[in-house]
């Protein structure tokens, strides 16, 4: 049991490139997200998803594409990288319902030069 | 104002001190209440919720104050293994499961 697993685990990306960061999960679970975390900004939700096939915005959207094809699995995509994506990047995911807790992946250390 | 505030810290702490931190949010609506602890360069873990009447585990204890919108994490007996960040997380009422996360306030504890 893997709990939440991300690919790749850091990336140097040029302005302008694209990239696909892979989240995968064996819990089951129906909810999935994705966060960027910056110094002094905290933990901010880029997209979540609330069951295969659906994706929503979050709070930092722009810049992003998600899909979730598969249960387990939620892609996070950058079309065209700006050094203001330089970030760590995290997944997380949660059961439904009246269970919250949020288990996180190891995270993606992005920087876009 | 931010959603979910805390300072920052560090808070340098000796061994076997007992240590408090505290929480402020903006949306009294808000329904549930985490602290999450993250160490060094790695992924946010669950440390525990909070409760309205107050909740202990072990050395950690924490408690809300819904009329000043307050959470706070009480830390007794610090141990070196303490030392990480503490987020305090907030789900507002009607966001499904989206939770609103702190910046995190830093412990370190010291021999």
Redesign the interface.
């Known amino acids: 049991n893997a709990g939440v697993t991300q690919t790749p685990k850091f990336r140097v990306l040029k302005t302008g490139q694209s990239m696909t960061l892979l989240c995968a999960q064996d819990m089951n679970h129906e909810y999935m997200y994705w966060y960027r975390q910056d110094p002094g900004m905290g933990l901010r939700l880029i997209h979540y998803s609330v069951g295969e096939g659906t994706t929503a915005k979050g709070e930092v959207p722009d810049g992003y594409n998600v899909s979730r094809l598969k249960k387990q699995n939620f892609l996070l995509g950058l079309e065209s990288a700006a050094p203001s994506q330089t970030s760590v990047y995290f997944c997380a995911s949660s059961y439904a319902g009246t269970q919250e807790t949020q288990y996180f992946g190891p995270g993606t250390r992005l920087l876009v030069l | 104002r931010k959603e979910?505030e805390q300072d920052?810290g560090p808070f340098n702490v000796p061994e076997g001190a007992t240590v408090a931190f505290n929480c402020t949010y903006s949306n009294s609506a808000s329904q549930?209440f985490?602290w999450y602890r993250q160490d060094c360069?790695?992924?946010?873990?669950?440390l525990m919720s909070v409760y309205s009447s107050g909740n202990e585990d072990g050395r950690f204890t924490a408690q809300l104050n819904r009329a000043s919108q307050y959470i706070s994490l009480l830390i007794r007996d610090s141990k070196l293994s303490d030392s990480a960040t503490y987020?305090c997380v907030v789900?507002p009422t009607g966001t499904?499961?989206?939770?609103t996360?702190?910046?995190?306030t830093r412990l370190q504890v010291t021999l």
């Open positions: 979910v920052p549930s985490f360069r790695k992924e946010p873990k669950l987020l789900k499904a499961s989206k939770l996360f702190g910046t995190g």
